[in-house]
DNA sequence: CACCGACATTGACATTCTTCGATGCCCCTG
DNA sequence: CAGGGGCATCGAAGAATGTCAATGTCGGTG
């Protein structure tokens, strides 16, 4: 919403560049925000090693005092990035006695794969980008 | 470097959970910086919808005037993430007379969808998950 | 040659994120 | 039932990010 178009300028028969295509738009602002607010929660490099951590564990899951010492941060900080990597649906957590197992979601990240790969610039078959 | 691996605890025979299989990282610390920043260039939601108007255009090309209407945002904070998706690969930029063109880099969104599907938790043939 | 328009850059401000120390909760052990 | 350890939550400090207003630069126009 609030989407006005505030068309003041470039509107017309001027020889301006201008000529947007609204044709097929492969992105919508809503999908935008979301596939924006799941990437944000992968754009952290301590993040991405968690996830990276706990699938490399021979058990596909792993405890948080398993991950503090690699990631050379405190047990906080390991704890609110595995809140985020949870809240995003990329990681699941059961607590099994005391310790906390963390697993990764199988699907979550090949689903966001799959919309940066074709949700954002999907192949149209009547364009020759690369006439190379 | 400096991954020390700090065995103060979690080393023996205790019943702890703790157990690293730091068998095969499928992501060192340097990849996952430079991933993460490739990421945090597309975790923003008018960066992605300026990668779709781009994309969108049926020249496979647009200028600034052609993006700041439909995003409802200043003319300099379009320039601003403009840069940012040219200077993370994502876009090129090619200054014909007075306008800028943009154009997707063809390959750039796939690499980083390959690195999110399979550059972090890479299938291993030894763990049924998901036996659907 | 002076003017105008398209775009990039700069500086500043508000918001958000990352990290840590301190604390609380819960489960298990003695 | 008292004690300890694993983990989540709270609050705060520092840094990074998104946005805009103002300005500079460059190319085309009258």
Same mark, same amino acid.
């Given at each position: 919403?609030?989407?006005?178009?505030?068309?003041?300028?470039?509107?017309?028969?001027?020889?301006?560049?201008?000529?947007?295509?609204?044709?097929?738009?492969?992105?919508?602002?809503?999908?935008?925000?979301?596939?924006?607010?799941?990437?944000?929660?992968?754009?952290?490099?301590?993040?991405?090693?968690?996830?990276?951590?706990?699938?490399?564990?021979?058990?596909?899951?792993?405890?948080?005092?398993?991950?503090?010492?690699?990631?050379?941060?405190?047990?906080? !900080?390991?704890?609110?990035?595995? /809140?985020?990597?949870?809240?995003?649906?990329?990681? !699941?957590?059961? /607590?099994?006695?005391?310790?906390?197992?963390?697993?990764?979601?199988?699907?979550?990240?090949?689903?966001?794969?799959?919309?940066?790969?074709?949700?954002?610039?999907?192949?149209?078959?009547?364009?020759?980008?690369?006439?190379?």
């Amino acid at each position: 919403m609030t989407l006005s178009l505030t068309s003041d300028q470039a509107d017309g028969e001027t020889s301006s560049c201008c000529t947007p295509q609204p044709g097929t738009p492969a992105l919508d602002a809503e999908a935008a925000v979301e596939l924006a607010a799941r990437l944000k929660a992968l754009a952290d490099p301590n993040r991405l090693t968690l996830l990276a951590l706990v699938a490399a564990d021979a058990r596909g899951e792993a405890c948080v005092c398993d991950l503090t010492g690699p990631l050379d941060l405190g047990q906080p !900080t390991v704890s609110h990035h595995l /809140k985020i990597l949870v809240d995003a649906g990329l990681l !699941t957590r059961e /607590k099994r006695g005391v310790w906390s197992y963390y697993a990764v979601v199988d699907g979550a990240l090949e689903s966001i794969a799959h919309a940066v790969g074709h949700g954002i610039v999907p192949p149209h078959p009547n364009s020759p980008l690369e006439p190379a």
